[in-house]
């Protein structure tokens, strides 16, 4: 077994995975209502193809893509249409959403298996996968066609078992109870990108899903372990690729760039299902989780499934909240309603006691240094938040912050308490409109002859 | 001697350097277009950048170069005048404007969601989970608007921001500050304005904001120059005679007559609100009225009449008392 390198910066944070890394995966209740969003995925929404009062069954295409970088959106029940419309969603703006009304029947469409999964071409696969709905599951939500569709020479690609973000363990059950079914889709990928060397990355603080995966991979060929230190962030793509094969990818590049694909453990798991049962993407594993949380699970969730819903059946929570955030402490995002439904990139609701939360107040930058030290991007987050308290953006571009992966190591070890990603996002967002303006104005110029 | 000698060669020195500068300005000079001075003269000084162009100056310059007199916002129909004046062209016509921020959803008014403790900027907070308040659409309230604009226009008043017109110029530097594009600029003349863009469904907005428009309609029956798009009315057109009416009719109190409130008493007094509240009663009083004594004259008419008009009264009745029973059980439910 091949032990990685490293990648630079990074923290240790206390990784709290042990309140449910013994919890199976269990299937949730399937609700009463389920609430789909067209747009999971990065790029275009997808366009609802049903309207109030049809029936759909489960697997049943709701809302079709709409250009190339885009992914339709399934329903993981059947049942009826109860309304199109807009529903407030996981980052709390409204969002157009397919709501259906459950029958609780469970009748799903007729799937159709690729007929021999094993010798699958890879145009076959990437349709597949297409039609499938499927996304990044790791959290960034992007949509894995396209990532199987490289336009540069691939020489490896990677299986992303890091799991470097504390307190999720969907990843690290789903390698330990099915090892075969990841490696399987993995193999897939594989074959998509026309490569014959796969990388299984796993963090050396999941001793049993290496073992595990270990042992199943040894009825796969050309399938290597690579032990990963346990660092965050470790499963940042970019940070991954440096550890494990020691390049870098370019900046404003893409992991193609330098030869390299890599897929989630989930999304992996969902390509082998799109393939050999012709299953689209309805559910996932969601870690639900926390200090307040009575009984914390690792549960298997039908997509569209209320937040709340999901508390409740972690045995709910023993008082009030400070805060619940979809995905883990670092990367996630704070929501403030829990009728937000479960989403293709939710792998986790966290939810945070009073004391645990951090405060609004901060103080002076004292020029320590140390998110400098621990940016995996190797930025200067103390000179971009000195320039976003200003409303510098250009300045902020210069000093590369579009470059940032938005990780929180900074904010993480900032003494001043510093909400440094914060303003790294602001300044990102900030530059986009920026961009946007000027790209309107342009066209209007052009417009106007 | 020393002191005569230093004189003589100060003085010389400035002869020389006094000669060469004359020389470059005669060879060197760049001639610039006398109007450009009158023209930096007649703008308002504001060097807001709302025309496009960096400062007053750089606006003079593109002016004699032929760019268009009408793109100074703050400056208004008189400074068109003056730049035309100055350069011999026709004056135009331009629409003067002011800002208005196009919510009033404050926090007695709509629901509380979440505390927000982040970055305190209105886009930070728009980021992630989208503001204190439970309105997807609603005013964020932490001033990103007021910090942009350079004259204190905007004040924040119970969480919603609002815009002083006496102190607006109009240079539209509030309106890309706000991350959910509340800010209008609208026609300074205009007297009637919708203070709401949440696109949530009826029953939605009633349960996130008091006075949030649930899309009714009713305001674009009253008065065409409403329109409602994405579930939310607004002024399309030139508002005409009847648009205070569509203010009293609306069930939400989502529009403003300026001829009864500013914007700063309508979005924050409870007493203007009351008051409102008073005129609009009055109204539907008076409106009822109305519709008795059409309907008496109706009859009257009915029972001599043709037979043909008799049909259409009756129809026109039994329209005119469902709409009657529409609009009451909304006004009920508000």
Request: a neutral charge.
């Amino acid at each position: 077994m091949r032990r990685a390198g490293r990648f630079w910066g990074g923290i240790h944070p206390a990784y709290e995975k042990v309140r449910t890394r013994e919890e199976a995966i269990r299937p949730a209740e399937t609700p009463s209502q389920v609430v789909l969003p067209v747009s999971q995925h990065i790029g275009a929404p997808a366009e609802p193809v049903v309207k109030k009062g049809d029936r759909v069954l489960a697997g049943q295409v709701v809302a079709d893509a709409k250009g190339l970088v885009s992914v339709p959106v399934h329903s993981p029940v059947s049942g009826k249409v109860a309304e199109v419309g807009l529903r407030p969603v996981g980052s709390g703006v409204a969002q157009l959403c397919v709501v259906v009304e459950n029958d609780g029947r469970d009748e799903w469409v007729d799937l159709e298996p690729a007929a021999d999964p094993a010798a699958a071409s890879p145009e076959e696969i990437k349709d597949r996968v297409r039609k499938a709905g499927i996304v990044g599951l790791g959290g960034a939500a992007f949509p894995s066609h396209v990532k199987l569709s490289p336009s540069k020479p691939i020489d490896t690609v990677l299986l992303n078992g890091a799991e470097c973000e504390p307190y999720l363990t969907a990843d690290d059950r789903l390698m330990r109870e099915q090892p075969r079914r990841v490696l399987e889709g993995f193999q897939l990928v594989c074959r998509a990108v026309g490569v014959d060397r796969g990388l299984v990355c796993i963090e050396d603080n999941k001793p049993e899903a290496v073992e595990a995966m270990s042992r199943a991979l040894a009825d796969f060929e050309g399938m290597e372990l690579v032990l990963l230190e346990t660092r965050y962030p470790q499963g940042g793509e970019k940070q991954l690729i440096q550890a494990v094969l020691g390049r870098e990818v370019p900046v404003g590049g893409l992991p193609m760039d330098v030869g390299v694909v890599v897929f989630n453990v989930g999304t992996s798991a969902a390509i082998r299902d799109a393939v050999f049962e012709g299953r689209p993407l309805v559910e996932r594993v969601v870690t639900v989780t926390g200090s307040p949380v009575r009984r914390p699970a690792n549960f298997l969730v039908r997509l569209g499934t209320p937040v709340g819903s999901l508390i409740e059946q972690a045995g709910g929570i023993e008082a009030e909240p400070g805060k619940v955030i979809l995905g883990g402490p670092m990367m996630g995002q704070a929501t403030a309603s829990l009728d937000v439904p479960v989403v293709k990139g939710t792998s986790g609701v966290l939810v945070q006691a009073p004391e645990e939360v951090i405060s609004g107040e901060y103080l002076a930058c004292i020029r320590c240094g140390q998110c400098i030290r621990h940016c995996p991007i190797r930025l200067s987050a103390n000179e971009l938040s000195s320039r976003a308290e200003v409303g510098d953006w250009e300045t902020m571009r210069a000093l590369g912050v579009m470059e940032c992966i938005e990780c929180g190591a900074c904010a993480w070890v900032c003494p001043s308490g510093r909400p440094l990603v914060q303003f790294c996002r602001l300044g990102k967002a900030h530059l986009r409109r920026i961009d946007r303006e000027r790209r309107e104005r342009e066209a209007r110029r052009q417009a106007a002859g | 001697m020393i002191v005569a000698v230093t004189v003589a060669v100060l003085v010389g020195l400035g002869l020389v350097a006094g000669a060469g500068l004359a020389l470059a300005d005669r060879y060197f000079g760049v001639e610039e277009d006398p109007r450009v001075d009158a023209l930096e003269e007649a703008l308002p000084g504001a060097n807001c950048g709302a025309c496009g162009y960096p400062g007053c100056r750089a606006y003079a310059k593109a002016l004699v170069g032929g760019e268009d007199v009408d793109l100074c916002a703050p400056g208004g129909n008189a400074t068109v005048r003056a730049l035309a004046e100055i350069l011999g062209r026709e004056a135009v016509e331009v629409v003067e404007k002011v800002a208005l921020v196009r919510c009033a959803g404050t926090a007695t008014a709509t629901s509380f969601k979440a505390e927000y403790a982040g970055i305190q900027d209105c886009r930070a907070a728009d980021i992630v989970a989208a503001g204190v308040t439970a309105c997807p659409d609603g005013c964020l309230g932490l001033g990103s608007c007021v910090e942009a604009c350079d004259y204190g226009a905007i004040v924040i008043r119970n969480g919603v921001a609002v815009v002083l017109p006496e102190l607006c110029i109009g240079d539209g530097k509030c309106v890309p500050a706000c991350p959910r594009g509340l800010i209008e600029m609208v026609p300074k003349t205009r007297q009637v304005h919708v203070l709401c863009s949440n696109r949530l469904p009826a029953r939605q907005v009633r349960q996130v904001c008091r006075v949030g428009c649930t899309g009714c309609k009713l305001c674009t029956r009253v008065d065409p120059a409403f329109v409602v798009e994405n579930n939310v009315a607004r002024v399309a057109g030139e508002p005409g005679d009847k648009a205070g009416e569509a203010a009293l009719a609306c069930p939400s109190q989502s529009i403003l007559d300026l001829r009864l409130f500013s914007a700063e008493e309508f979005v924050s007094s409870d007493r203007a609100r009351a008051r409102f509240k008073e005129l609009q009663a009055e109204y539907k009083e008076r409106k009822k009225k109305e519709r008795l004594a059409a309907r008496k004259a109706g009859e009257r008419k009915a029972e001599g009449g043709p037979e043909g008009k008799d049909r259409a009264g009756a129809s026109r009745q039994k329209a005119e008392q469902s709409s009657h029973a529409g609009s009451d059980s909304k006004g009920g439910g508000s």
